[in-house]
């Protein structure tokens, strides 16, 4: 990943974060922290939107629809109080292990 992606969604985490609290009527950050269900809603639909770029509308849409899948994944993970850490972990964890080795492990 590149540095300037890196330091990007830093500063995007840490604005999400600055908006709990905040007016839902007047940010939508705030409108999706206080709405897990909605957030995880918009994160759907961001994510079949960045698919249809990916195979239909060209480089252009797809990082553009990739940067709205992004925005509305932190918003998800802060709206449902999973800290970024945890999915840092979960992807440690997954290190050196085949992807089809550590799928059929959830399996059990």
Do not use: C, F
């Not at 940067?67 to 970024?84: E, Q, T």
Request: net charge negative; aromatic share 2%; glycine share 8%.
């Amino acid at each position: 990943m590149s540095q300037r992606l890196t330091d990007v969604l830093q500063r995007l985490s840490a604005t999400i974060e600055a908006r709990k609290g905040g007016d839902p009527a007047v940010s939508y950050t705030a409108k999706l922290l206080n709405d897990p269900a909605l957030a995880a809603k918009k994160l759907g639909e961001e994510a079949v939107e960045t698919v249809i770029a990916a195979v239909a509308q060209g480089p252009d849409a797809l990082a553009a629809e990739s940067a709205d899948l992004l925005y509305h994944w932190l918003a998800l993970m802060a709206a449902s109080g999973v800290p970024l850490d945890a999915v840092a972990e979960k992807l440690e964890a997954r290190e050196g292990t085949s992807g089809i080795a550590e799928k059929a492990s959830r399996k059990g």
